[in-house]
């Protein structure tokens, strides 16, 4: 997991004023037990792509159910825009 995303994944949801625990240590709960409903997980993913100049396929943001696989899907996105 890249922890730099991770830490704008944080950051984000920080400004957003979620009341959120995206811990490394939570990688692997989904992201609704840790709190973020489909429109936060939207909000944090829209401004992810802004910040970073990328967009997430819808057909991979379906697949996202884990803090870990955001990353992942994030981390890939970046990869495949180079």
């Known amino acids: ?3 730099k ?11 957003q004023k979620l009341k959120v625990d995206l811990s490394i240590e939570n990688k692997d709960k989904t992201l609704k037990d840790l709190g ?5 997980i939207i909000g944090v993913i829209v401004k992810l792509e802004n910040e970073l100049g990328i967009y997430v ?3 991979v943001l379906a697949k ?3 803090l870990d696989q955001l990353v992942s899907a994030i981390e890939t996105t970046l990869k ?3």
């Open 1 to 3: 997991m890249d922890q």
């Open 5 to 15: 995303i991770l830490d704008r994944i944080i950051k984000i949801a920080n400004d």
């Open 36 to 40: 973020l409903d489909s429109l936060s």
């Open 57 to 59: 396929s819808d057909e």
């Open 64 to 66: 996202i159910q884990t």
């Open 80 to 82: 495949n825009k180079k």
